[in-house]
């Protein structure tokens, strides 16, 4: 069970195992995903970029360390691979099994590309339908188990729903990703709270993955104690990529600082921050 | 015989290999996996392993994505 952060020092927290210490330089505040150290909390997709130039300044611009690929029938005609970019650019391959809706297909994605990508880390996506894109939670934590079995370190896309994002858990998930809303739509978090339950209980990393719009969304993400945010499409679909990589690293770091630093509670009337004693008008 | 490879329809002698059909559709075999009825062939294992009449082979790679 982790504990409230929200009224947690800085010092507290690292106490938990889980921030640097008070005064450390934030780069000492790395994100670790199964035993392995990131020092950006900014998980990139790769989708939606419309050549490879954009999308090299925009891995550039965000500082990911860590960025999602899919896994297609090869084109003849192909030229230029991501693979290649993600190389020039020093970042880690996460590929991912988008396309899937059934447990059987996704787990043979994850071997494929385990087998072509040389990484036994997958980004598992179970979809239940092309409309809404959301994930199929009893076709995932199938897969998710088959896949643990198997080796993988298996980080999975899914609902902002606790229960769910709990069982994923328990079957040996190395992150949870709940979406903040559908993949794409740029509807930003349209439950915190769920998202903060699910950072309450949760003992793996929690990556905010989907529907990030802009970089107050991904702010607030690591303000509800997220350990990561993972987007694509509203950087590689803005229109100016880079730039919007570049605010999403800040609102990232941004929302990062913010919560280690333990924001104020909310009150229902002013509470002024001008001694009262000393006024002139006083008697 | 016929095989299906990447969704294709594709006459082929017998005792074609799995590293020759790999090697008619993609350019190169870095980053590519292939998986011969839905199981995945490790390439260690392309040049030994050959299809048979109306076997299915799926050849992939990375795009952009996720």
């Known amino acids: 069970m982790r504990e409230q952060t929200a009224h947690t020092t800085p010092a507290g927290a690292a106490a938990a195992g889980r921030a640097p210490e008070s005064g450390a330089a934030p780069e000492a505040d790395s994100l670790v995903i199964a035993g392995e150290e990131f020092g950006s909390r900014l998980i990139m997709g790769t ?7 954009v999308l090299r300044e925009a891995l550039t611009a965000s500082g990911t360390e860590l960025t999602t690929v899919a896994m297609r029938r090869v084109d003849p005609q192909a030229r230029g691979s991501v693979l290649d970019v993600l190389r020039e650019c020093g970042v880690r391959v996460l590929p991912n099994t988008a396309g899937c809706f059934t447990a059987g297909e996704a787990v043979l994605t ?49 609902n902002d729903d606790p229960v769910l994002a709990r069982r994923l858990e328990q079957v040996g998930c190395a992150a949870v990703m709940p979406l903040g809303s559908p993949i794409g739509s ?13 950072v309450e209980q949760a003992n793996v990393p929690v990556v905010l993955d989907a529907g990030l719009g802009t970089a107050s969304d991904a702010a607030l993400a690591m303000e509800l104690g997220c350990d990561a945010v993972l987007l694509a499409t509203a950087v590689t679909r803005a229109q100016h990529p880079a730039a ?3 605010a999403m690293r800040h609102a990232v770091q941004a929302g990062r600082l913010a919560r280690l630093a333990g924001r104020i509670p909310k009150r229902r009337y002013a509470q002024a921050s001008s001694p009262w004693e000393g006024l002139s008008t006083g008697t | 015989m016929k095989v299906i490879v990447n969704g294709q329809a594709r006459e082929v002698p017998e005792g074609t290999s799995v590293a020759e059909l790999v ?16 199981e995945v062939v490790r390439r260690s294992d392309w040049d030994a392993t050959t299809l048979r009449e109306a076997d299915r082979l799926e050849v992939l790679t990375a795009v952009q994505g996720g």
């Open chain 1, 244 to 246: 919007m990589a570049a």
């Open chain 1, 47 to 53: 989708g939606g970029a419309p050549s490879m130039h």
């Open chain 2, 23 to 38: 090697a008619s559709v993609a350019p190169a075999v870095s980053g590519v996996a292939a998986a011969l009825n839905d």
């Open chain 1, 110 to 158: 994850a071997k494929l590309a385990r087998e072509a990508l040389h990484t036994n880390w997958v980004k598992l996506e179970v979809i239940a339908d092309e409309r809404t894109l959301l994930p199929d939670p009893i076709e995932l934590v199938d897969a998710a188990e088959q896949l643990v079995d198997d080796g993988f370190v298996v980080l999975p896309y899914t």
């Open chain 1, 186 to 198: 740029g509807l930003g978090i349209r439950n915190p709270h769920n998202i903060e339950l699910i």
